[in-house]
């Protein structure tokens, strides 16, 4: 397991750029999305980093908060119902998916964050001692808005959260999750914003083909994990793989991993990494498709909480 050694120079370090690849186009590599998860969050907040060098100074904060939250218990007690707003985007009659859709993610996104999922007591996992169990956040549905558009993908430059730009504005973001259902294109299932951006853009955007259990949602992302995976980040959580070779999700009981996993991988794989760790490739901040992930670990579970704290990033949805 992971040792932290976090401190807000530490911090401010981890949330510097990395690279100069551009991530905010209108259009994405062309991956297929059919065979690999693409989450685009990373390379999202990489680009409002560059853009905006006071956020790293700010995510440092949070940071530094955050571990300060978890090392001192002060985390939110009992549950917390996070309101929730589906800002739907549509061309054609499949994009513009059903309110039985839109339902079927709540119903997930709530089994999921409870430790109620049906896969939740998989008998061969081999970190069932550190799943999280109820992490005490639920989702409501609160309202769907609708609009019709031209375009044919919206990219990852946040457009479709612009009503300047053919979009939505977020309704309501500092008390009320707004999820984005639209063709993203370039292969990307769904990107979100971290605690810490602006409050003009925040929340998680879903493509319309990724979201749910019924209705267009496509095999092998047809069980919606994509949206668990992506309000994940939005909570605060890394890619378990730390967006690096061997890299730090900033969790302690979460191993190291190589680098993302994708189908779903046998039991027992290990990682490359110093010890050699069994991967939990199981994790929803894991790339595998919906059916190979079933479990966030303790330690996800205290740091999304911390996000709610008093004084924490999101502590307005209290």
């Known amino acids: 397991m992971k040792k932290l050694l976090l401190t807000a120079s530490a911090a401010l370090l981890m949330f510097s750029c990395q690279n100069d690849n551009e991530s905010a186009t209108t259009e994405t590599t062309n991956v297929d999305a059919t065979a690999h998860r693409g989450c685009a969050s990373h390379e999202v907040l990489e680009a409002q980093l560059r853009a905006n060098p006071a956020l790293a100074k700010k995510m440092a904060e949070i940071e530094a908060q955050t571990q300060n939250t978890l090392e001192t218990g002060r985390i939110v007690n009992g549950v917390m119902e996070i309101p929730v707003v589906f800002n739907v985007l549509y061309r054609t009659s499949a994009e513009n998916i059903s309110l039985a859709q839109l339902q079927s993610q709540i119903d997930v996104l709530n089994k999921d964050f409870s430790a109620t999922n049906s896969d939740y007591n998989t008998s061969n996992n081999p970190y069932s001692s550190v799943r999280s169990g109820n992490t005490n956040i639920r989702f409501v549905l609160d309202q769907v808005i609708r609009k019709s558009t031209t375009k044919t993908s919206w990219g990852t430059n946040d457009a479709m959260k612009k009503s300047t730009q053919g979009g939505l504005n977020p309704t309501s973001p500092t008390t009320k999750l707004n999820l984005w259902v639209c063709t993203i294109g370039g292969g990307i299932l769904g990107y979100a914003q971290f605690p810490g951006g602006s409050s003009s853009t925040d929340g998680v955007v879903i493509d319309s083909k990724y979201l749910g259990t019924t209705g267009t949602a496509t095999y092998p992302f047809n069980l919606g994990r994509t949206a668990t995976h992506e309000v994940g980040h939005w909570l605060n959580l ?22 993302a996993n994708y189908g779903v991988p046998a039991v027992g794989h290990r990682s490359t990494c110093s010890g050699t760790p069994l991967e939990m490739y199981m994790n929803y901040m894991d790339y595998t498709d919906d059916r190979g992930m079933y479990m966030f670990s303790v330690g996800q579970k205290t740091r999304m909480n911390a996000v709610f704290a008093v004084g924490a990033a999101r502590a307005s949805f209290r």
């Open 238 to 259: 890394r890619h378990i793989w730390g967006d690096a070779t061997c890299g730090s999700d900033l969790v302690s009981d979460t191993p190291v991993h190589n680098t």
